[in-house]
């Protein structure tokens, strides 16, 4: 299983954008707040594996 790593770069309500942090990509992908740690603030660091995310 791949394991991906992500910086919270905004949080707009409901949702936050994650921007990868393990590869270069400029993409934002748009996550429901509700599939992330509930502490999360900008600039959060999070890992994703086996479809949970959880504070890096």
């Not at 996550?31 to 999360?40: D, K, Q, S, T, Y």
């Amino acid at each position: 299983m791949e394991t991906w790593y992500y910086e919270v770069a905004s949080i707009e309500g409901d949702y936050a954008n994650l921007k990868r942090t393990d590869i270069s990509s400029e993409d934002m992908k748009l996550v429901a707040r509700a599939l992330l740690p509930p502490e999360i603030v900008e600039g959060s660091r999070l890992k994703y594996e086996m479809m949970q995310y959880e504070m890096a």
